[in-house]
């Protein structure tokens, strides 16, 4: 069975850092990318970031560019966001999920076949 556990979610003031874990467990994760959604109150799910499952190719969205940054220890079925310089407007529930892909990203959800339960993100200003 496999399972995405998300967690290091928490308060954080405008301006911080915080950096989230994925943790799957269940399948081969050098052969999954990983993406990185988010909902935020009244808001659609978005994409946040993505990675190959080799590690190689990362992709962002323009909001998070130069603020956030993904990495991935296949050794750990271990996926990390890197979230600083944080803003009000990043507040959300922060998801990750996961896709057979080893060498590509994805933007697209449907893409994604298991799907963590998220944990919340909170920026205050």
């Known amino acids: 069975q496999v399972q995405l556990i998300e967690s290091g979610g928490g308060l954080v003031q405008a301006g911080g850092s915080l950096r989230v874990s994925c943790v799957a467990s269940?399948?081969?994760?050098?052969?999954?990318?990983v993406g990185w959604f988010r909902r935020a109150p009244g808001k659609e799910r978005e994409f946040v970031s993505a990675i190959a499952g080799n590690g190689g190719s990362t992709d962002h969205d323009d909001s998070v560019k130069g603020r956030f940054a993904i990495s991935k220890d296949n050794a750990k079925n271990t996926v990390y966001l890197q979230m600083n310089s944080l803003k009000p407007e990043d507040t959300a529930v922060y998801f990750c999920a996961a896709r057979n892909s080893a060498y590509r990203t994805s933007r697209n959800q449907e893409d994604y076949l298991y799907w963590g339960q998220g944990t919340q993100v909170t920026v205050s200003s």
């Open positions: 269940g399948l081969t994760f050098s052969w999954y990318g």
